[in-house]
T-cell receptor
Framework: QKEVEQDPGPLSVPEGAIVSLNCTYSNSAFQYFMWYRQYSRKGPELLMY????GNKEDGRFTAQVDKSSKYISLFIRDSQPSDSATYLCAMNLGSSYKLIFGSGTRLLVRP | DADVTQTPRNRITKTGKRIMLECSQTKGHDRMYWYRQDPGLGLRLIYY???????NKGEISDGYSVSRQAQAKFSLSLESAIPNQTALYFCATSDPIGTSTGELFFGEGSRLTVL
């Protein structure tokens, strides 16, 4: 079993929809939770990170962590075609170099 | 110019050949990483370096070696390439806080195909 599970998609939604992207994990010791966005032929770029449980909002993006369920989510409001990309979740133990990445969910936002 | 630059961007080679992938950065970060990305497997850490004199193996270092030539340069070598090393390779950097918060800055990737 992988430490971090993520549905590969693709997830196709119409422009303006609310998108929900999710990851589950098995290690309850994870402390930092991140979402990266990766456009085709580009490197991943960090969207946001969250420490421990709770929500964090940045513009149209909201990251949510539920440590009791070992489940993290990224919500995108008013999705745009420019949001079409692969979204990777990642997590670590805190003061550790070792990031564990999900395999990524491919999102397509149709105009 | 990109903050993290990888060369070459694409490379096709044959089994048994030696290959070097190079990475340079202008972020001023001490910490540099090499990752490999395969479909369905996500990103996996090959090697990491926290300063010029510090080199450490990641989770999949077999068949790879690295050299940290300067604070800004970190190269990855495949001494004798094999087909299952066909993948997309990423160099990344971070500062010490970014190591905890997961804030890595990635290059645009080097696509390697081993025939």
């Amino acid at each position: 079993q992988k430490e971090v599970e993520q549905d590969p998609g693709p997830l196709s939604v119409p422009e303006g929809a609310i998108v929900s992207l999710n990851c589950t994990y098995s290690n309850s010791a994870f402390q930092y939770f991140m979402w990266y966005r990766q456009y085709s032929r580009k490197g991943p770029e960090l969207l946001m990170y969250t420490y421990s449980s709770g929500n964090k909002e940045d513009g149209r993006f909201t990251a949510q962590v539920d440590k009791s369920s070992k489940y993290i989510s990224l919500f995108i409001r008013d999705s745009q075609p420019s949001d079409s990309a692969t979204y990777l979740c990642a997590m670590n133990l805190g003061s550790s170099y070792k990031l564990i990445f999900g395999s990524g969910t491919r999102l397509l936002v149709r105009p | 110019d990109a903050d993290v630059t990888q060369t070459p961007r694409n490379r096709i080679t044959k089994t048994g050949k030696r290959i070097m992938l190079e990475c340079s950065q202008t972020k001023g970060h001490d910490r540099m990483y090499w990752y490999r990305q395969d479909p369905g497997l996500g990103l996996r850490l090959i090697y990491y370096s926290f300063d010029v004199k510090d080199i450490n193996k990641g989770e999949i270092s077999d068949g790879y070696s690295v050299s940290r030539q300067a604070q800004a340069k970190f190269s990855l070598s495949l001494e004798s390439a094999i087909p299952n090393q066909t993948a997309l390779y990423f160099c990344a950097t971070s500062d010490p806080i970014g190591t905890s918060t997961g804030e890595l800055f990635f290059g645009e990737g080097s696509r390697l195909t081993v025939l």
